[in-house]
């Protein structure tokens, strides 16, 4: 089956420093990846579409300087919390189709908690 | 805004028993939904799907029913058992294969 994998699957970080979060596609090639943000005991929050050899496009209200991805390749996408805060802290997943077509089933990583202190 | 919500927050059951998860939607040119159930520290795994074209569909023990009339979708889930215990989250496909999650349901299962 289509794997996801992210890393790392947790960090904790020192306020005002930049964390890197990657998420592959092991055994697919993903042109497009999505990263959400889940607060706990609340839902899933798109943040942005990774588009591989061209620029993320993000959602309302999220700060693409803040939230930097890069998606170099088919099966990477990484994105880079800069200049973290406490307010930053959260649970970070990725997500990418393994299938043709906008409706197919998406594929998650394992998600990556943040904690900034 | 387009939104996807959930009726009940959480939802207690007997081992053993069949449980209804509700989802209502509100993007009535929504054409693909999704089921996931997400396990504490863990990301969302994909549970079923359903079209618009279609009103029910059936997997290994769970089915999803639509009713596009009144906007809203169900999990069934038949015979549960602890392992299902876990947050389920609707979603609908929002355009260039975005989802848009619904708020979530606990589902607890007792033995």
């Known amino acids: 089956g289509a794997v996801v994998s992210q890393h790392p699957s947790w960090v904790i970080c020192k306020s005002g420093t930049s964390v890197k979060i990657e998420c592959r596609s092991l055994?697919?090639?993903?042109?497009?990846m999505f990263w959400y943000r889940q607060f706990p005991k609340q839902s899933l929050m798109l943040m942005a579409t990774s588009n591989e050899g061209s620029k993320a496009t993000y959602e309302q209200g999220v700060e693409k300087d803040k939230f930097l991805i890069n998606h170099a390749s088919l099966t990477l996408s990484t994105l880079t919390v800069t200049s973290a805060h406490p307010e930053d802290s959260s649970f970070y997943i990725c997500?990418?189709?393994?299938?043709?077509?906008?409706?197919?089933?998406?594929?998650f990583g394992q998600g990556t908690r943040l904690t900034v202190v | 805004g387009e939104s996807v919500g959930l009726h009940l927050p959480t939802l207690s059951v007997q081992e053993g028993d069949n449980s209804i998860i509700n989802c209502a939607y509100s993007?009535?040119?929504?054409?693909?939904f999704i089921w996931y159930k997400q396990e504490s520290g863990k990301g969302p795994q994909f549970i079923i799907d359903?079209?618009?074209?279609?009103d029910k569909r059936q997997g290994q023990r769970v089915t999803v029913l639509l009713n596009k009339t009144v906007k809203h979708l169900s999990l069934q889930i038949a015979a549960t058992q602890p392992g299902d215990s876990a947050v389920y989250f609707c979603a609908e496909n929002v355009g260039a294969g975005k989802s848009t999650f619904g708020d979530g349901t606990t589902l607890t299962v007792k033995p």
């Open positions: 359903i079209r618009s074209n279609m």
């Open positions: 997500s990418a189709r393994p299938y043709k077509g906008l409706n197919t089933e998406a594929f």
């Open positions: 993007n009535s040119a929504s054409d693909y």
């Open positions: 055994d697919f090639q993903a042109t497009t």
